[in-house]
């Protein structure tokens, strides 16, 4: 059922992700009303860690960098969350594309790479609590967005389909993937075309990717002198890690998949082909998982496109689409960490172009 728009919102943010309940905690945080439309029946976007117990298992982003990222450490200080030093006490494994396995030399990452106690959905579930209740809508997804002399109409619902509601705001932040954004929102009246070709040029991270996360009772590879980091040129998994509680169990490793998006579709017994696998890097004990969770990301219609598909080979370097950070007299702004001119593609980019968005708003 069509809703007329009411007299114009304040502000309203499109995505509750990181970037998008940050702007929105950031205002809340001011005494400005917003309000934040969600497509999914979840919060936090990419942020996704299914439960075990209290901890929660990373799919989506699981680092962050003390010694590089300022704006997280702030963040998590603000917010009374905890960070903890990634396991990576220990040898290595290596897997040749014959399958044959090597132990090798470990190394730590550098600088450190964290993780947050409680999962990276901590962050999240921190930031909508503290939201005014009814600030964020689940269930939204945006179709359409049109500027009239008023302000900026928000149409939910499905392209070529009645809207199912419409909101009217003075200012919209949009805090989507910009591919994402110009292959599922018809804009009124249409963005240039230099700028809609920078939006679909701008590739979507971790769009392409999927990711793992195995459950074990105990840390058997840390019993063996491993540190729980293998990489392997044969897969299904390429690229291994300890993903264990901070404070003991559960234990865990997870990684991500070595096998390209469109190949993956075509996989059959996927799950039990990376059981089979641990069980060749880490010996017997890895063949009875307590919980095995998988997310291909490719297949989410909330964050990857066709044009997603392909892998990315290199880190993009992100910033603003067409070096605009708000179009239509300011009337909309970008946000998302694909827009940030630091740190694009991380946690740390997300917050860099959410603080951006918000400042340009007064």
């Not at 599922?184 to 920078?198: D, G, R």
């Not at 971790?206 to 990489?231: C, E, I, N, T």
């Amino acid at each position: 059922m069509c809703t007329e728009p009411n007299p114009p919102m304040e502000t309203l943010i499109i995505g509750a992700g990181l970037s998008g309940l940050y702007a929105a905690w950031l205002l809340a945080e001011q005494n400005k009303p917003v309000v934040v439309l969600e497509a999914r029946d979840r919060l936090g976007g990419r942020i996704l860690s299914p439960g075990h117990g209290d901890y929660g298992c990373d799919l989506g982003p699981a680092w962050y960098w003390p010694d590089i990222n300022p704006r997280i450490n702030h963040l998590l200080n603000a917010l009374g969350l905890t960070g903890y030093r990634q396991f990576e006490e220990g040898l290595g494994r290596f897997q040749q594309p014959g399958g044959e396995v090597f132990t090798v030399r470990g190394y730590a990452c550098e600088p450190a790479s964290w993780r947050v106690q409680g999962g990276m959905i901590a962050l999240i579930s921190e930031l909508g609590r503290r939201l005014p209740q009814g600030t964020v809508l689940q269930g939204h997804p945006v179709c359409g967005i049109e500027r009239l002399p008023e302000g900026v109409q928000v149409i939910v619902g499905e392209l070529e389909k009645p809207p199912r509601a419409t909101f009217l705001a003075r200012r919209v932040i949009l805090a989507l993937p910009p591919r994402l954004a110009a292959s599922t929102i018809l804009f009124s009246p249409e963005l240039s075309e230099p700028l809609t070709q920078a939006m679909l040029k701008t590739g979507t991270w971790m769009a392409g990717q999927a990711k793992f996360f195995v459950l074990y009772d105990r840390p058997f590879w840390r019993d063996a002198g491993l540190s729980g980091q293998a990489f392997s040129q044969c897969g299904p998994l390429g690229e291994i890690h300890d993903g264990s509680n901070f404070d003991g169990g559960p234990f865990g490793l997870h990684g991500f998949v070595g096998i390209p998006a469109v190949q993956r579709n075509q996989c059959r017994d996927l799950e039990a082909a990376m059981v089979r696998q641990l069980v060749d890097v880490f010996g017997p004990d890895a063949a009875t998982p307590l919980s095995l969770f998988y997310q291909d990301w490719a297949c989410e219609a909330f964050t990857a496109t066709t044009y997603d598909q392909p892998p990315m080979t290199v880190h993009p370097a992100y910033q603003a689409p067409a070096g605009r950070s708000s179009i239509w007299d300011g009337a909309l702004h970008f946000a998302g960490t694909e827009t940030a001119g630091q740190y694009g593609g991380y946690l740390e980019g997300a917050l860099c172009a959410a603080e951006r968005a918000v400042h340009n708003l007064s």
